[in-house]
């Protein structure tokens, strides 16, 4: 089983930044970790990811904007997000995925960005 972790969510006015957290514990192996959001009324969508070797992808909607980063020996992967606007406004998960189609997720994290 594999347990996901996130904090770092919060308020904060258009053009701020936060950076949000998310610790893996379990011994189940993973090779793509990433953060997904859900605004109200809205279905969930993919942020950013980071596989095992490092590389990233994002959403349109975020690149330039947002980075995804981890810390392998904290198990540990951030997204730092610049520049928020108020369509970034959502709950955040966490997920990660196994080589063999597990995927976990976290239990969410609220961020608000006000106008």
């Known amino acids: 089983q594999v347990q996901l972790v996130e904090s770092g969510g919060g308020l904060v006015q258009a053009g701020g930044s936060l950076r949000l957290s998310c610790a893996r514990s379990g011994s189940v192996f993973v090779n793509r970790m990433g953060w997904y959001r859900q605004a109200p009324a809205k279905q969930r969508e993919l942020v950013a990811t980071i596989t095992g070797s490092g590389s990233t992808d994002y959403a349109d909607s975020v690149k330039g904007r947002f980075t995804i980063f981890r810390d392998n020996a904290k198990n540990t992967i951030y997204l730092q997000m610049n520049s928020l606007k108020p369509e970034d406004t959502a709950v955040y998960y966490c997920?990660?995925?196994?080589?063999?189609?597990?995927?976990?997720w976290g239990q969410g994290t609220q961020v608000t960005v006000s106008s």
């Open positions: 997920n990660c995925q196994s080589p063999f189609g597990q995927v976990y």
